[in-house]
């Protein structure tokens, strides 16, 4: 026993403290840092940043939060959180839809699933943007040219994520025991109340880290939507390379920005998970 | 067809999964107040009837009647035929996100629109009633096996049902735990509620059937009070399967 407990401290001794150190997050962070400090001493990352970020317009064209983070930052958010609530609601009425005993319902999800699953993603950005809404505008009489791109830009990735998501809400609904919708039905209750009352609450807590997945997935993700000349970050590191040759500085400038935003999302995520793993 | 004191009534019984037929022509009266226990091997349906009883499963051909309505007719409401059957599971089946209290007060609220005062109110009154009004605002991940499936009881109570069914309700605890559970259900039976139950505990069926059921492959092989079925089965299977659980 004492040798084993000896051996034990022995191995601590031996410097397992730099063995579990997140050597990975150090680097990330150094990264960050660096990046940080050159944006902030060097005129020409300065200025790089200043535009990707989009100062564009005076402080009294914009909400104050909005002149403070830069707009380009603001429609990256914005894009990202707008589609991603709608793609949770379009996710779980596919994902509803793939489970339902309704023969037309069931089709109609796995056809919308599929078809979305089955095309670059980029490629469904031109589509819907160019060909899905200029159609659904002329079947009910709307003006096409009254969409904005950044609303095509929402509407496409609301699209695709949500195929995505159809799949990971089924998982989740199917990650629930029979037994819990026979003996919500046993009691009476509408095939409809144990969803909404017995099956979903435990299924979204299970498929929580999935969704926030996704969500840092579509923050990414929302970098496409520059191929529709909405100004977000991408298209402005993409317009100030153009105009100034300055490549390295807006493209490390974005990436740097990409990465801040995502590893925030994540760490924020992996503390989440865990709070919600000690109350399981 | 019909006696008015039956409250459960399953007609030629047919249930097949697929290529295996698990019910094989089982009818069966319940009256009121009669408490009816299901025996036999695994696999020899008995589940399957009692699961038919509540529409759990839908029978290939045959009719169950509760309270004379249909339940397989197009007409039927089932659930509203469902509030009065209370179901008990074998693996409890309480509801994880929701504490003991919750457990015991949704379908109150949702399925008989009592308010929350109410419900409540009802709900504390059956768990006093199983013996565990003290962990109201537990999880059900922090009791044991035997105040969950006390809990479940209490659930199904709460609803005012004519009729409980048990489906293997001991078959998942560890030992130490089977008697507070029967402890409940003997109590129930000597209140007068009717019981279907489908268990292995023969200490149970003795103090508390007024009729055991023994059941094999599919059929009824043998229907008795307990006592009679026990010590003085008539068919060779019964008298084999009784040899094999009594005999020691």
Redesign the interface.
Known sequence: MAAVEKQANKQSADGSIWRELPWWLIAIIVFLITMGILIFVQEEFNRAFLFVKGELGSLEDFPDLVAMIGKGISVTIYTTLVAFTFSLLLGLLAGLGRISSNVILRNLAIFYVEFVRGVPTLVLIFTVAFVLVPWIAELIGGENSGVSMNSRAIIALAVIYGAFLAEIFRAGIESI?R??M?????????HG?AMR??IL??AI?NILPALGNDFIAMLKDSSLVSVLAVRDITQQARLYAGSTFRFRESYLILTFLYLGMTLTLSLLLRWFERRLGKN? | MFDSNDVILIDDLHKYFGYVQAVKGVSLRVRQGEVVVIVGPSGSGKSTVLRCINHLEVPTSGAVYIDGIHLESKKTDINKVRTEVGMVFQQFNLFPHLTTLENVTIAQQLVRKRGKEEAVRIAMEQLERVGIPEKASAYPRQLSGGQQQRVAIARSLAMNPKIMLFDEPTSALDPEMIKEVLDVMLLLAKEGMTMVVVTHEMGFARAAADRVVFMDDGVVVETAAPDDLFTNPQHDRTKLFFSKILGH
Request: glycine share 10%; aromatic share 6%; charged share 15%.
């Open positions: 025991s037994g819990q026979e003996a919500a039905r046993s009691l009476g209750m509408t109340q009352y017995i609450p435990q807590r399981v």
